[in-house]
């Protein structure tokens, strides 16, 4: 039987180490072990600086991130199409970040679906949004 893939955004670990309702339905698709968990490395750098200026822990949560998932790494084509899909998407959506293209290249890639709460995902077949 195939593995479900998930790739788990920023907006979704926030939720997931902060405890919350969200973090809950978060939990649900990261601890089932008949899925995939995957994380952006650009998402490490995000999460890694919301819980420095939160002053949590972030050794603590980037170690657990490393633990849960698998961290998707970049390369020069990745960073060229990510740029392009950039492009192409803020010309419906104005304020779609950088970070949020690559995450979605990232689930594409991996044929995974994205975990988030982000309201820029809504829309797109490859979002779950929590």
């Known amino acids: 039987m195939p593995m479900n893939k998930y790739v788990i955004d920023t907006y979704a670990w926030v939720e997931y180490f902060i405890g919350s309702e969200k973090g ?17 490395i650009v998402t490490i750098a995000e999460i890694t600086s ?4 939160e002053n949590r822990d972030a050794e603590q949560i980037y170690l657990k991130i490393i633990d849960l998932s698998t961290v998707y790494g970049l390369d020069k084509e990745f960073s060229k199409e990510g740029g392009l899909l950039h492009a192409e998407i803020k010309k419906k959506i104005k304020d779609f970040g950088l970070i949020d293209a ?4 990232t689930a594409r890639k991996l044929n995974a679906k994205v975990i988030t709460g982000d309201k820029h995902f809504k829309g797109f077949k490859e979002a779950i949004l929590i």
Do not use: H
Not at 50 to 53: E, G, L, N, S, V
């Open 24 to 40: 809950e339905r978060v939990k649900q698709f990261v601890e089932t072990s008949e899925n995939e968990i995957f994380t952006s």
């Open 102 to 105: 690559f995450i979605l290249l």
């Open 50 to 53: 919301i819980t420095k200026r």
